[in-house]
């Protein structure tokens, strides 16, 4: 940019070159304006770049299952696993960022298992999952009564995640198959559905096992949760000896 600047005669009215021409001189102020205004809009986009970075990175996109046991307390059967919510991978935090909710929708079907509660939002990065059945649900009566229940139920899973505004959104992989297995051993004849009564030579396998897999679950669509191996629990089951009422119960893995 150039302004234009006569010399200090001819500010004076006098002159010894009338037939000069104003002289040109370069001025830097606009120059400097340019650049302070392209220094903050710099600026202006890397603070927003850096919230993008980081409410993008605090939103998770898979949940990893680790198990953690499987156990019997004496009227439950237990497979307990974490569920940890991750970033392409990596673990997002303790607390998910910017008021971050997640939590799981469960489909049962199935003639074993019935319904149980389900968590509602969490807003921890890890969640200890509890996937239970009791033991009237497979195996009850009394005394000379007893009887064993064959069956199954298959349990799909998957989390929403929900941020400070009330969005939400599906996690994209973090579908899981929860299956709930009995069967009874009849003096040998497999029995994988109905009820058996308890006697000599009967006896049951009890199967909790969890995996990833693609799922729709209540009009929802997830792909394949993350583990490293399918997680289970596995039991045998056999009627109380005679003259007590406890079910003998050995762990299988």
């Not at 995996?211 to 191996?229: D, F």
Request: glycine share 8%.
């Amino acid at each position: 940019m150039y302004t234009f600047q006569r010399s200090a005669e001819r500010s004076k009215g006098v002159s010894n070159t009338p037939n000069r021409e104003p002289e040109m001189i370069e001025s830097h102020e606009d120059e400097q304006l340019n650049c302070s205004v392209l220094g903050r809009g710099v600026e202006l986009w890397g603070k927003v770049g850096r919230f993008l970075k980081k409410n993008w990175n605090s939103i998770p996109n898979q949940v990893r299952s680790n198990k953690i046991a499987a156990k019997y307390d004496g009227y439950n059967f237990l497979l307990m696993v974490s569920n940890i919510r991750q970033r392409n991978g990596s673990y997002i935090a303790k607390t998910l960022p910017n008021q971050g909710r997640v939590k799981e929708v469960v489909e049962n079907n199935g003639n074993l298992k019935r319904n149980t509660m389900h968590s509602d939002w969490q807003f921890q990065g890890v969640t200890i999952d509890k996937h239970q059945i009791p033991r009237m649900d497979v195996v009850g009566g009394v005394s000379n009564k007893r009887w064993f229940k064959a069956g199954k139920t298959t349990a799909k899973q998957l989390f929403i995640y929900r941020n400070s505004k009330l969005d939400e959104f599906v996690v994209s992989n973090s579908g899981f198959k929860i299956e709930y297995s009995h069967t009874v051993y009849d003096n040998g004849a497999v029995v994988k559905d109905g009820i058996v009564d308890a006697r000599e030579g009967v006896y049951s396998v009890l199967e909790i096992r969890k995996s990833p897999s693609s799922i729709t679950a209540n009009g929802l669509v997830a792909k394949a949760g993350v583990a490293e191996v399918p997680h289970s629990g596995i039991w045998k089951i056999e009627p109380p000896k005679e003259g007590t009422l406890i079910w003998q119960v050995k762990s299988l893995n």
